[in-house]
């Protein structure tokens, strides 16, 4: 890998060769018959990972334009939808919801916890919901969310499940042909970034809608965005040669690249392994004395938030990890300072974390807190084979 550092940090993730060559391929013109088959088979790769019934949308923008396509095509302005946040990306609906007009109720876990089916039900059942959103791994907090249990909660109320699987698609299971306890229990909108665990460079915002999620949409006379509606995309989507606004050439070239990576590899390898770095990781860490702020039975494969032991500091230890190559994330909102993110998804690979866990010890060693790194290295080698 060209690549000179480990970018660990809960994305954008490590971009292998042949998606850096892929993407330095010639540009060409977004109507050239060339260019139109590549972003035709990256939508139809898309549609694959997904499993959806629905509309697919492949389109330049971050995560964030992907929750905003999500939400303003399905609940229009004065309709309720229901948040339910384990963390700062959770969040992010309440804001997004309030600026398009949305009634907004939430429902916060403690960071680190996950908010209870029960409570779901409880709010479900007080009022109508157009929507409940549901972040599927909250980048804050390495939270997971339990789709089991939410999923049948949320459809026997009668409201569209939106999920947010920018840090979770491709690497957590998200089948939308998936049923949860009933034939029409389905989730119905799944949004996703190419930069998180899909392993693409930053700046494509990728969304499917099921059948009742388009039901959604053709029931709002009027979508409050111009970019963000698809049915200003829906032609694209179903003929690339066709012009709404000119897509991001050289990231397609990169995200096709990243999707023929992604089914080589199989989506269930892809979950096991993700499931196998996420319990390494944490078990390994562990042994320096860091603890995850997620209970091990909630916390997500994708990316774990590790509280610092006491008198470790935060930019001290990130600078001098990130010398030996290793750069991790600090932490956001009341966790700043107090703990770090790593990133284990995507294209990073099991030796990549074995020599990050060596460095994270060496580092604390350092800074003059003796661990032993040798035995952390050996733990996570026992767990990543367990879990593969
Ligand atoms: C990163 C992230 C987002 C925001 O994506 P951007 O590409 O930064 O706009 C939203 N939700 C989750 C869960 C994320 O991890």
Known sequence: ?????????????????????AMASETRGHTDPRFVAIYKNAIEQTREMLQTDGDVFVVAGSGTIAMEMALVNTVAAGEKILVVSQGYFGDRFIKLGQAFGIEVDVLQSEWG???????????????HYKAVTITHADTST???????????????HGALVILDGVCATAAMEEDMSKTYGHPDYKIDVILTGSQKA????????????????LAAREKIERVPAYYCDI?????????????????????IYAYNEGMRLVHAEGLPTRIIRHTAFGKAVR?????????A???????????????????????EFRATLGKKGVIVAGSLAHLAGKAFRIGHMGNTTEEMLEQAIELIGDTLNEMGHSVDSAKAVQRFKQEVRVGV
């Open 283 to 291: 078990a390994a860490l562990s042994e320096y004395g860091m603890k």
């Open 113 to 127: 916890k996950q908010v209870t089916p029960e409570e779901v039900e409880a709010k479900l059942v007080e009022g």
């Open 231 to 251: 049915y200003n995309w829906i032609p694209v989507m179903n003929d690339p040669s066709k012009y709404f606004a000119t897509p991001p050439v050289n990231l």
């Open 1 to 21: 890998m060209r690549n000179e550092e480990m970018l660990l940090i809960p994305g954008p993730t490590p971009v292998v060769d042949s998606i850096y060559d």
């Open 142 to 156: 390495g939270v997971a969310a339990d789709l089991e249990a939410l999923v049948p909660i949320v459809k026997k």
């Open 198 to 213: 899909i392993g693409v460079p930053p700046g494509l915002a990728i969304v499917a809608f099921n059948k009742t999620a």
């Open 293 to 315: 702020i997620a209970d091990e039975n909630v916390a997500a494969s994708t990316l774990s938030c590790i509280l610092y032991p006491e008198g470790v500091g935060d930019s």
